[in-house]
């Protein structure tokens, strides 16, 4: 690899990446996704990463390779002008053929993973996406740096919302606001996800009882959104005062997320909304003390279930009519990484994980409370990356 501390950092994500390879006797592994390209070898072409799981990874290339040469790291890429040709480059490039494949097959397209099975006949195919992305869990010291600037960021924005909303009448122009902030500090008006069919752009901006409308959305809240063609996120909701605004954004540095959510009002609200909010709180409090290294995701969880329980609020926690099953998410490059705070997740914590707990709770009809801030697992507990206060913040 080129040598610069980036290029060191991304040899080492290289090699655990490879150790976990050979642990699970697969010979070298084809991927093709961009953030795992970006995350091994510092570039999202378009163009198939060979990974073997000993020796130099080969980049071939279909556009752009003059891009590739400019933003890869690595010492060996090559233009790719035909599929065909990758079977020849690999046993060129790796000495041999390779029996045992592995292949990111929660996102690979179908029709893709067919056309491979045709280049190696002979290879057996099997799923590596769970060892990259157990490998992009633990995140580096530049990465947190790069997540705590984003978390920063957001910070900036969320003390610009309350004069955002004082001009606003819907949820798009708040949103649009909004939007041009982070794009004015270098956000590149996506917030990429892993899992299949799932967009998001810059998050939900929801007003009243209109953050209550239930949606595809993976997350506790949904909204109107644009449309039947993008129904989640801000639409053409009125902001009524007395009325909880949820706003839920993403700020975005060098592809690295942070994830924050804020309540807003114009007035006062009914004393129920700010209760059920100090619950909330009270969520936060304690999974961020208690998730240590060592610490098991899915006792968090139990742990959030029981203080909501308590508080007589299990109804509308994380969604309805659907709540979703987690309280929290590894966040990165991507929204939805490992690992995840959830009823049935086998991840256990460790140190330098970067998590996204967000407690809300919907009154069916009326609106949502609770917040989100982004995490690092330390020593001890977790560090909480976003400074904005968590409090509702009233406007009058």
Same mark, same amino acid.
């Given at each position: 690899?080129?040598?610069?501390? @980036?290029?060191? +950092?991304?040899?080492?994500?290289? +090699?655990?990446?490879?150790?976990?390879?050979?642990?699970?006797?697969?010979?070298?592994?084809?991927?093709?996704?961009?953030?795992?390209?970006?995350?091994?070898?510092?570039?999202?072409?378009?163009?198939?990463?060979?990974?073997?799981?000993?020796?130099?990874?080969?980049?071939?290339?279909?556009?752009?390779?003059?891009?590739?040469?400019?933003?890869?790291?690595?010492?060996?890429?090559t233009?790719?002008?035909?599929?065909?040709?990758?079977?020849?480059?690999?046993?060129?490039?790796?000495?041999?053929?390779?029996?045992?494949?592995?292949?990111?097959?929660?996102?690979?397209?179908?029709?893709l /993973?067919?056309? /491979? %099975?045709?280049?190696f006949?002979?290879? +057996?195919?099997?799923?590596?996406?769970?060892?990259?992305?157990?490998?992009?869990?633990?995140?580096?010291?530049?990465?947190?740096?790069?997540?705590?600037?984003?978390?920063?960021?957001?910070?900036?924005?969320?003390?610009?919302?309350?004069?955002?909303?004082?001009?606003?009448?819907?949820?798009? +122009?708040?949103?649009?606001?909004?939007?041009a902030?982070?794009?004015?500090?270098?956000?590149?008006?996506?917030?990429?996800?892993?899992?299949?069919?799932?967009?998001?752009?810059?998050?939900?901006?929801?007003?009243?009882?209109?953050?209550?409308?239930?949606?595809?959305?993976?997350?506790?809240?949904?909204?109107?959104?644009?449309?039947?063609?993008?129904?989640?996120?801000?639409? %053409?909701?009125?902001?009524?005062?007395h009325?909880?605004? @949820?706003?839920? /954004?993403?700020?975005?540095?060098?592809? /690295?997320?942070?994830?924050q959510?804020?309540?807003?009002?114009?007035?006062?609200l009914?004393?129920?909304?700010?209760?059920?909010?100090?619950?909330?709180?009270?969520?936060?409090?304690? @999974?961020?003390?208690?998730?240590?290294?060592?610490?098991?995701?899915?006792?968090?969880?139990?742990?959030?279930?029981?203080?909501?329980?308590?508080?007589?609020?299990?109804?509308?926690?994380?969604?309805?009519?659907?709540?979703?099953?987690?309280?929290?998410?590894?966040?990165?490059?991507?929204l939805?990484?490992?690992?995840l705070?959830?009823?049935?997740?086998?991840?256990?914590?460790?140190?330098?994980?970067?998590?996204?707990?967000?407690? %809300?709770?919907?009154f069916?009809?009326?609106?949502?409370?609770?917040?989100?801030?982004?995490?690092?697992?330390?020593?001890?507990?977790?560090?909480?990356?976003?400074?904005?206060?968590?409090?509702?913040?009233?406007?009058?």
């Amino acid at each position: 690899m080129k040598d610069s501390s @980036l290029a060191r +950092e991304l040899r080492q994500r290289v +090699e655990r990446f490879q150790r976990l390879l050979r642990e699970s006797d697969v010979e070298g592994a084809i991927l093709v996704q961009n953030m795992d390209l970006y995350y091994l070898i510092g570039t999202d072409q378009n163009g198939l990463l060979w990974m073997p799981a000993e020796g130099e990874p080969l980049f071939m290339v279909r556009k752009s390779y003059e891009r590739a040469l400019q933003d890869g790291l690595i010492d060996h890429i090559t233009p790719l002008t035909r599929l065909s040709q990758v079977p020849d480059q690999v046993r060129n490039h790796s000495g041999g053929k390779a029996a045992r494949i592995g292949l990111e097959m929660d996102v690979l397209p179908a029709k893709l /993973y067919l056309s /491979y %099975k045709k280049l190696f006949p002979q290879a +057996e195919f099997l799923d590596i996406s769970g060892l990259i992305r157990s490998v992009r869990m633990v995140k580096s010291q530049r990465e947190i740096s790069l997540i705590r600037r984003a978390a920063e960021i957001a910070d900036d924005l969320f003390k610009k919302v309350p004069e955002f909303l004082k001009e606003s009448k819907t949820e798009i +122009e708040l949103a649009a606001k909004a939007e041009a902030f982070y794009r004015s500090r270098g956000h590149p008006g996506i917030s990429l996800m892993r899992a299949f069919n799932m967009r998001n752009s810059y998050g939900h901006i929801l007003a009243g009882a209109g953050a209550t409308m239930p949606s595809a959305s993976p997350g506790p809240t949904g909204g109107t959104g644009a449309g039947p063609f993008f129904s989640h996120g801000a639409g %053409k909701g009125k902001i009524k005062p007395h009325e909880p605004v @949820l706003f839920d /954004y993403t700020s975005n540095v060098e592809g /690295y997320l942070s994830d924050q959510t804020r309540i807003f009002c114009l007035g006062d609200l009914p004393e129920k909304f700010y209760k059920a909010h100090s619950v909330m709180v009270e969520v936060q409090t304690a @999974l961020s003390r208690e998730g240590k290294p060592g610490a098991k995701a899915q006792d968090l969880y139990a742990m959030a279930v029981d203080i909501v329980n308590k508080a007589g609020l299990s109804k509308g926690f994380m969604g309805h009519p659907q709540p979703v099953p987690f309280v929290g998410h590894g966040l990165g490059l991507e929204l939805d990484e490992w690992p995840l705070i959830s009823k049935n997740s086998e991840h256990i914590l460790k140190k330098g994980m970067t998590i996204a707990l967000e407690p %809300k709770i919907v009154f069916p009809g009326e609106g949502v409370v609770g917040l989100e801030n982004t995490f690092v697992v330390g020593n001890n507990k977790m560090e909480k990356l976003c400074r904005f206060p968590d409090d509702i913040v009233t406007i009058r």
